[in-house]
């Protein structure tokens, strides 16, 4: 079967760097996608990889290995407003999306 | 105005009953899909339409069923409502024009309760 795996929960502080990690066994690849949910709303799109190697986008930044079915997203300089769920999402072989439980990231002062 | 609009953002109904939650969209995307979330579940894939004429079934389509009545509306109903249909429903669009499809637009969500 199709699995996303990635971290439930995560606490990081104000300032600092986090890096949620996510796991995948899809049939096929057509990219890995992440999202930001932050509570009660809907989520919205931060980054696509589809090659090997690190994809950086302002404070965020989001790596793959394709060989190893790995991802994470480093978040830097955390702010209060990165409280929220991140959700890792892959495109599999039929281009649908297969998405993880999300990773909850409570930021503390 | 939200791009992606979902009506009703609340609900509440008895089991049995017949709920249609729709969602229309100005982005003038061709794709649009419906999808649920539950607590510590990823989102699950309902229904999804490329186009006018195009229906498909996604991972959990038992109990649903839409309606894509033009390229900027798409309607969700149960037929009949049962509780383990409580969630939070979200609509989604995507632009098949883009280099990829997986950015989606997700509509505010609608939450239904099943008594």
């Known amino acids: 079967g199709q699995n996303i795996d990635q971290p439930t929960e995560m606490t990081a502080t104000e300032g600092a760097i986090v890096q949620i990690n996510c796991t995948y066994q899809?049939?096929?690849?057509?990219?890995l996608f992440w999202y930001q949910q932050h509570a009660g709303e809907a989520p919205t799109f931060l980054s696509y990889?589809?090659l090997d190697g690190l994809e950086e986008k302002g404070r965020f930044s989001s790596f793959l290995s394709r060989s190893k079915g790995y991802s994470y997203l480093l978040l830097k300089e955390l702010q209060m407003k990165d409280s929220a769920s991140y959700l890792c999402?892959?495109?599999?072989?039929?281009?649908?999306?297969?998405w993880g439980a999300g990773t909850k990231l409570i930021i503390k002062p | 105005d939200a791009d992606v609009t979902q009506t009703p953002r609340n609900r509440i109904t008895k089991t049995g009953k017949r709920i249609m939650l729709e969602c229309s969209q100005t982005?003038?995307?061709?794709?649009m899909y419906w999808y649920r979330q539950d607590p510590g579940l990823g989102l699950r894939l309902i229904y999804y339409?490329?186009?006018?004429?195009?229906?498909n079934k996604g991972e959990i389509s038992d109990g649903y069923s839409v309606s894509r009545q033009a390229q900027a509306k798409f309607s969700l109903s149960l037929e009949s409502a049962i509780p383990n249909q409580t969630a939070l429903y979200f609509c989604?669009?995507?632009?098949?024009?883009?280099?990829?499809?997986?950015?989606?637009?997700f509509g505010e969500g609608s939450r239904l309760t099943v008594l």
């Open positions: 989604a669009t995507s632009d098949s024009n883009r280099g990829h499809t997986g950015e989606l637009f």
């Open positions: 899809t049939s096929g690849f057509n990219g």
């Open positions: 339409s490329f186009d006018v004429k195009d229906i």
């Open positions: 982005k003038g995307h061709d794709r």
């Open positions: 999402a892959v495109m599999d072989s039929n281009y649908q999306l297969i």
């Open positions: 990889n589809v």
